[in-house]
Structure formats: C-alpha cells, structure tokens
C-alpha cells in the first residue's frame, strides 16, 4: 500500500483497523495486520497447481489447468467473519486488498504464466445492487493491481439466483445452480487461458456451473483462483 500525506492524514482521522483481529494498521498495512497475515491458514495450493484437492473438484466436469486457494475456510472462525463481513457489510476494499495478497504469493510461484485474463464469477443485477458490489469482481481487481491482466466481465452472466448456499448441502448446491449461468461473449475468450475467481469454494457447484459455459468457448483453457476453500 502506497503512503502518501492523506493516508496518514486519514489515519488518524478515522484508523483503519485489521478485518480479523480488529488491531489498528499501520500506514503500510492493508486490511489485515501483520500477525494476522502470517497467521493465515495458507493452502500452499500454488505450489501443485495441477493436482490438489480445489483442482480435483473439477475433474470430470471441466478441462482446469491448474487451481490454488488462498487460504483454508473454517466456519465460525476469526477468517469467516473477514469474508462475512467482506461480502455482507459494504467492505468491498476488503476483496480487493486480499486478492492483491493472494496474487503477489501466487504470482512468486508462477501461477499466472500463460494467463490472458480474468474472469469473475458474476451475480445477478439484484444481488449486485443489494450488496452495492460484487466481491468477485473486487477480488479481480486486486489481482489486476498486481497481475494487470485484464478482466473480462461480460463472458458470463448470472440469470437466476434461487437462494443462498450458505446451508445447503451439496447436492442441494448443485442443483441451486443448475442453469445459473449463460455465455454471453464466446468469441472475446476462444482460444485464451481464462483465470476463473471466486471467493469461497465449498462443494465447487458453482465454479462448475461457470467452467461448463466458459468451456463452450472454441479452445479455452480455463484455471481457478479462490479466496478460500472450505477443508473437506
């Protein structure tokens, strides 16, 4: 994060606190603290991308190059409510600032070579307008500070959005996004290795749902980046 006058300015004004923890941040922090950050559950995904455990949900149902989380999701945890609070409580810079994080580790493993742009997985009007935001979207704006990999986010559309699947289980989330989405723009992603990002993964029915439409695009290669990933 850059420092300048009016950053420290507003420091003081109004302090930013850590999204975990609730400590104060410095003026060279973003969003988490240091002892927060190093303290995230790291997956260490971006070290095997092409064989663990996110990248085998999809196995079966779509060609993935290559998947990595963040970090482990646990319900209930000092993490969750970051990404409740990200998702539910207007904190979109939240999404960005972690996507940054996840890009900077990743990017030092390689993860991004090859990639010709991003794609989030999109919600519907009234959803977005409801929350104010998309926080996958937000999340692929983090990538882009780091990445500047472009982000395309009319290749796919959300057309329905039946309930959320915070309790459902997963056959319940399968079926909650059967028909969810539609390619809309096949000719912007032929041939190109799309980066497909979420926030949570759980089951994968949702990324699944996304990766069988982006997958009817002529020639396109498609790989994963989520926040976290719940442990199964």
Not at 14 to 19: D, E, L, Q, S
Not at 181 to 189: C, D, E, S, V, Y
């Amino acid at each position: 994060m850059r420092t300048t006058f009016w950053t420290r300015l507003f420091d003081v004004v109004a302090p930013r606190v850590c999204a975990v923890c609730g400590a104060r941040l410095t003026t060279g922090e973003r969003v988490l603290c240091a002892v927060c950050h190093l303290h995230l559950p790291l997956t260490g995904y971006e070290h095997s991308p092409l064989s663990n455990p996110l990248a085998r949900l999809f196995w079966g149902h779509f060609p993935v190059e290559h998947a990595a989380a963040l970090f482990f999701f646990e319900p209930h945890s000092a993490t969750s409510q970051m990404i409740y609070d990200m998702k539910y409580r207007s904190m979109p810079e939240t999404a960005q600032a972690l996507g940054a994080i996840a890009a900077r580790q990743f990017a030092a493993a390689g993860f991004f070579t090859g990639i010709d742009a991003v794609v989030p997985v999109p919600v519907t009007r009234l959803r977005k307008w409801q929350r104010g935001y998309n926080q996958s979207m937000e999340i692929a704006l983090g990538i882009k500070e780091v990445t500047e990999l472009p982000i395309y986010n009319n290749v796919l559309k959300r057309i329905h959005f039946k309930a959320s699947q915070t309790t459902m289980d997963a056959q319940q989330r399968k079926f909650n996004v059967e028909g969810a989405f539609a390619l809309t723009n096949p000719g912007l992603i032929a041939h190109k290795h799309i980066l497909l990002v979420d926030d949570i993964v759980t089951t994968g029915s949702t990324l699944i749902a996304c990766g069988r439409e982006l997958a009817k695009a002529p020639g396109t290669r498609i790989s994963i980046l989520t926040l976290g990933m719940t442990k199964t």
